[in-house]
């Protein structure tokens, strides 16, 4: 579905990027993990076509991105710049199923059933001013949902609602990929959070960043936040995370590792 080769990136004289591969398979969700200021966020602008990056390839369903794909929806980071504040926060859902061909009302439909997915199925007829950063951000996901794009990119997209919350709208994304076939490619300075939803976890060093290592979680599609987190498997997998996140090197026998 998705190939990234090879990805370098300099600002300037600042090289972040420093030749990024990995690869995402349809269904797939992949989650990308490194320090803060790594360049994950410069990945994701790529992998959208918002960003020129200085060398390297992406293909996405066998075509090399130029521009930003039709079939592609993304979450940033910063909610308080991605809902347009004149619109409802079903509107803002409806907005791009418009290029879909739906009608009005199947518009409305799948806006009021991707809020309730989110658990703000009450909340369709208030605007972003009036909603917390939390909610905007639940809205934002509610808006890519309802889309269902073949392939979904989420930067950071939990880091601004509370942990309850949180822990919701990770099992609602898992729901999501499982159910709906969705590919997706979340990043996250989260260690926990990589492994908790991941299929696989790409680890980025820090910039400018190669993948340290490529690691399946092999945790199984049907997770619990607290079940799951107990597990073995999670806990030396999240540690390993953690080693690498940190610059260390790997000591898992078991994982896949695409060492660079
Ligand atoms: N538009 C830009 N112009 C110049 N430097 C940038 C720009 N965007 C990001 N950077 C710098 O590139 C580095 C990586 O940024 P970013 O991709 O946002 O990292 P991350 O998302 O991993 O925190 C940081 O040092 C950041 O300051
Ligand atoms: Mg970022």
């Keep these: 579905m998705l190939t990234i080769t090879d990805l370098v990136h300099s600002y300037g004289p600042h090289?972040?990027?420093?030749?990024?591969?990995?690869?995402?398979?349809?269904?797939e969700l992949v989650s990308v993990v490194g320090p803060s200021g790594c360049g994950k966020s410069t990945l994701?602008?790529?992998?959208?076509?918002?960003?020129?990056?200085?060398?390297?390839?992406?293909?996405?369903?066998?075509?090399?991105?130029?521009?930003?794909?039709?079939?592609?929806?993304?979450?940033?980071?910063?909610?308080?710049?991605?809902?347009?504040?004149?619109?409802?926060?079903?509107?803002?859902?409806?907005?791009?199923?418009?290029?879909?061909?739906?009608?009005?009302?199947?518009?409305?439909?799948?806006?009021?059933?991707?809020?309730?997915?989110v658990g703000l199925a009450d909340a369709g007829a208030k605007y972003p001013w009036e909603m917390s950063g939390g909610m905007q951000q639940r809205v934002s996901i509610a808006r890519a949902l309802a889309y269902r794009p073949s392939l979904l990119l989420m930067d950071e997209?939990?880091?601004?609602?509370?942990?309850?919350?949180?822990?919701?709208?990770?099992?609602?994304?898992?729901?999501?990929?499982?159910?709906?076939?969705?590919?997706?490619?979340?990043?996250?300075h989260d260690i926990d959070e990589s492994v908790y939803v991941g299929?696989?976890?790409?680890?980025?060093?820090?910039?400018p960043a190669v993948v340290a290592a490529d690691l399946e979680t092999r945790l199984g599609r049907s997770r619990d936040q607290i079940a799951t987190r107990q597990l073995d498997a999670f806990v030396r997998l999240r540690a390993e995370v953690g080693r690498l996140v940190r610059g260390g090197h790997t000591t898992e026998p078991t994982s896949v590792l695409e060492k660079q």
């Design 15 to 27: 090289r972040v990027l420093g030749g990024v591969s990995l690869s995402v398979a349809e269904g």
């Design 157 to 188: 997209p939990f880091g601004s609602v509370d942990a309850q919350t949180r822990e919701d709208l990770e099992d609602l994304v898992l729901n999501v990929c499982a159910h709906h076939g969705m590919t997706i490619l979340l990043i996250t």
């Design 44 to 117: 994701l602008r790529s992998v959208a076509g918002l960003l020129k990056p200085s060398g390297g390839r992406i293909m996405l369903a066998g075509r090399p991105v130029e521009r930003t794909p039709d079939d592609l929806a993304i979450v940033f980071q910063d909610y308080s710049r991605s809902l347009f504040p004149w619109m409802s926060a079903a509107n803002n859902v409806a907005l791009p199923l418009r290029r879909k061909g739906l009608d009005r009302r199947r518009r409305r439909e799948a806006a009021m059933s991707a809020l309730d997915q």
């Design 199 to 207: 299929d696989r976890v790409v680890v980025l060093t820090r910039s």
